[in-house]
């Protein structure tokens, strides 16, 4: 069983907070580390592939890093808005085309 | 384009029945896959297909079988539905390699009573 944790498992922040989530995978065997936007009733929605120790992605108010030595990634949303509730998943690809996917971790931003 | 498509949307089975879950998609992506999603876990992988006629499996397998007959299209079938097979089960596709994201499909709610 490959176990691929996301802490916190949710979060309520406040409007205009900048917040940030970890995903914890294994590091042997990494191919690639995707995170998705997965909002309620609605199907994930991808937000970032990483592939190379030290990646720094961003979009917007989005911006993720990856260590694939110590196997974590940063997922960071700077000034958070009640359009950014959602819940963040984070995948681990493995060699071979297999993706490991974390429970999620629940945003909430109250206005 | 429609991009991930699944059939049906909702589905009700009896105990030992069987059914195929249809996944079509319209942009001509080499690998598709098959997650079931259960409360408090996440999307867990059932089998997968790196392409037209090839099929792989995934962390959850059993009691699923799956077809790749056409490039377009990667069918789920249950043989004999179990209560434990009441799920949610996404469809997803993405370009072949592992620097592209995957394409999720709206999701088919089902469940065996």
Redesign the interface.
């Known amino acids: 069983i490959?176990n691929?944790e996301q802490s916190p498992q949710s979060l309520h922040v406040q409007e205009g907070d900048s917040t940030n989530f970890t995903c914890s995978f294994p590091s042997s065997n990494f191919?690639?580390l995707?995170w998705?936007r997965w909002e309620t009733a609605?199907?994930?929605?991808?937000l970032f592939?990483m592939?190379l120790n030290g990646d720094e992605k961003k979009k917007g108010r989005i911006s993720a890093t990856l260590n694939t030595k110590e196997g974590y990634s940063y997922l960071y949303i700077k000034g958070s808005q009640p359009e950014d509730s959602a819940t963040y998943?984070c995948?681990f690809?493995r060699a071979g085309?297999?993706?490991?996917?974390?429970?999620?971790t629940s945003l909430t931003v109250i206005p | 384009n429609a991009g991930?498509t699944q059939t049906p949307k909702f589905r009700v089975l009896k105990t030992g029945q069987s059914m195929t879950l249809l996944c079509a998609q319209d942009m001509n992506h080499e690998?598709m896959?098959w997650?079931r999603q259960d409360p408090?876990?996440?999307?867990?992988?059932i089998h997968?297909s790196?392409g037209e006629g090839t099929t792989?499996k995934?962390?959850v397998p059993d009691g699923y079988n799956v077809s790749r007959l056409k490039k377009q299209n990667f069918l789920l079938g249950l043989e004999s539905a179990a209560p434990s097979q009441t799920s949610v089960y996404?469809c997803a596709s993405q370009p072949g390699g592992?620097?592209?994201?995957?394409?999720?499909?709206?999701?088919t709610r089902l469940t065996v009573t």
Do not use: C, D, W
Request: proline share 4%; no cysteine; aromatic share 26%.
């Open positions: 490959l691929v191919y690639a995707h998705y609605k199907s994930p929605e991808a592939v592939t998943l995948a690809e085309n297999q993706f490991y996917f974390g429970t999620g | 991930v690998y896959y997650y408090g876990m996440g999307l867990r992988l997968y790196v792989a995934g962390e996404f592992s620097i592209y994201e995957q394409y999720f499909g709206p999701g």
